[in-house]
């Protein structure tokens, strides 16, 4: 079965320590994954994608497939990162997207 | 305006009514979705298509129609609202070249 895991509905942390939201996932295939965020008030937009590698404010996530896991990390957490985050898997052979459950980042000052 | 866009934003019906939810993207994207975004259930998927005439069932289609008979549009109705399906509903689009997912804004259905 295809199925995305966050096991944390919350995360709070201050302002400057490290962050980690933890995404498992599980797909028979090479997947794609991704991380979504959801700004109050604001449209559900992607933060950044496993194939690209690239660091997006300050986010960075590693495939670990032995793992199975997509987790999203951030060295120093600021005020702005509170939002909520979803992590996602690309089904390509469904044509589908697949979202975990969600975590809502809050940053406190 | 291109894009993807929902409506209505808001929406109050009654238990038993039918109502539709509409989607319409100018990019001609190929691939549409609806999620249902509810506390502690995260986005959960309850139609998606492929192309147009193509449609397929997700997590969640209980209680819900869709057609795609336009590449653009992608309207969701709800044959005989209920209760349970007061939540947030999310439109969202993609190209199988991309696969970045393009969200509505959202609309937030209340069945009293």
């Known amino acids: 079965a295809q199925r995305v895991t966050q096991p944390e509905k919350l995360l709070s942390v201050f302002k400057g320590a490290p962050v980690e939201l933890k995404c498992n996932y599980s797909?028979?295939?090479?997947?794609?994954l991704f991380w979504y965020v959801q700004y109050s008030r604001q449209r559900l937009q992607l933060l950044l994608r496993h194939i690209s590698r690239e660091s997006i404010k300050g986010f960075t996530a590693d495939l670990n497939k032995g793992e199975t896991s997509f987790h999203l990390k951030k060295p120093f957490a600021q005020e702005e990162d509170s939002a909520m985050y979803y992590c996602?898997?690309?089904?390509?052979?469904?044509?589908?997207?697949?979202f975990g459950s969600g975590t809502r980042l809050s940053i406190r000052p | 305006d291109a894009g993807i866009t929902q409506s209505p934003r808001y929406k109050i019906t009654e238990t038993g009514r039918q109502v539709t939810l509409m989607c319409h993207q100018t990019w001609s994207h190929s691939y549409m979705f609806w999620y249902r975004q509810d506390l502690g259930h995260g986005l959960r998927l309850i139609y998606y298509?492929?192309?147009?005439?193509?449609?397929d069932k997700g997590e969640v289609p209980d209680g819900y129609v869709v057609s795609r008979s336009k590449t653009e549009n992608f309207p969701l109705t709800l044959e005989s609202a209920t209760r349970s399906q007061t939540s947030v509903y999310f439109c969202?689009?993609?190209?199988?070249?991309?696969?970045?997912?393009?969200f509505g804004q959202g609309t937030r259905l209340t069945v009293v």
């Open positions: 797909y028979s295939g090479s997947p794609e």
């Open positions: 298509s492929a192309a147009a005439d193509i449609t």
């Open positions: 996602a898997l690309y089904s390509s052979s469904a044509s589908k997207i697949i």
């Open positions: 969202a689009s993609s190209d199988p070249t991309n696969t970045e997912a393009f």
